[in-house]
């Protein structure tokens, strides 16, 4: 069967520091690949999309990337927080091809930023 | 563009009471509809599906949605709430197979369930 790992669970880190969240599929191959976050009281909003390796979709232009380096890794990563970036970051997986199954969601990552 | 609307930002019941939570579309094909359920510092949990058939589907939890193409509606159901079912639901509509933007989420409907 297929699982999501999300990691770490909790992250507080400081004002400018960088950031490393990690996303792994288990399970499928060459699985689309997604990044939501929900900032406090807001809905889900999609950050960036994957459809293979190296392919990265931004939706929204802003202090984070997202990078591939392997078909079923998706790393979610800053060079300098902003306390904006505070939020819950999801990672979540659908599969590819004619047959639509929906997302599967990871348990999410709380980023506070201080 | 497909786009949802799930007009009621929050909804209090009584545990026992039955619930609706409403969730509108736009979408200009036949859509593929989904609601998810979170609870507090979780992921999104998938509760029911819907890709076409019977226009009532059954999900877990006893949950159940109808799907009405004249309203453009896909609510959610259950006859009878539990405290453990407070949690944030969103309903999604999802576009065309074959498309890596698949689903559009709503904002999400906060469920209380008072004792």
């Known amino acids: 069967s297929q699982t999501i790992h999300q990691w770490p669970a909790t992250l507080v880190q400081p004002v400018g520091s960088p950031l490393s969240l990690e996303c792994t599929v288990e399970?499928?191959?060459?699985?689309?690949l997604y990044w939501y976050r929900q900032a406090a009281g807001r809905g889900l909003q999609l950050l960036f999309y994957?459809?293979?390796?190296?392919?990265i979709s931004s939706e929204v232009p802003q202090n984070l990337s997202a990078s591939r380096p392997q078909d079923r890794q998706f790393i979610l990563s800053s060079k300098k927080l902003l306390l904006s970036d505070s939020g819950f970051y999801l990672c979540?997986?659908?599969?590819?091809?004619?047959?639509?199954?929906?997302?599967?969601f990871g348990s999410g990552t709380r980023l506070t930023v201080v | 563009a497909q786009s949802v609307t799930q007009p009621d930002i929050h909804i209090t019941v009584s545990e026992g009471a039955s619930l609706e939570l409403r969730c509108n579309y736009s979408?200009?094909?036949?859509?593929?509809l989904f609601w998810y359920v979170q609870s507090p510092g979780q992921g999104l949990q998938l509760l029911l599906k819907?890709?076409?058939?019977?226009?009532l589907v059954q999900g877990i939890k006893g949950f159940e949605a109808e799907f009405k193409r004249s309203q453009s509606s896909f609510n959610l159901r259950k006859p009878s709430v539990h405290w453990s079912d407070a949690a944030e639901y969103f309903c999604?509509?999802?576009?065309?197979?074959?498309?890596?933007?698949?689903?559009?989420f709503g904002s999400g409907t906060q469920l209380t369930v008072l004792p």
């Open positions: 979540a997986w659908s599969r590819q091809g004619a047959t639509f199954y929906g997302y599967t």
């Open positions: 819907y890709f076409s058939g019977d226009t």
């Open positions: 994957s459809v293979g390796i190296g392919q």
């Open positions: 979408y200009g094909a036949t859509p593929y």
């Open positions: 999604a509509v999802g576009a065309r197979p074959g498309s890596a933007r698949q689903l559009t």
């Open positions: 399970g499928t191959s060459n699985p689309n």
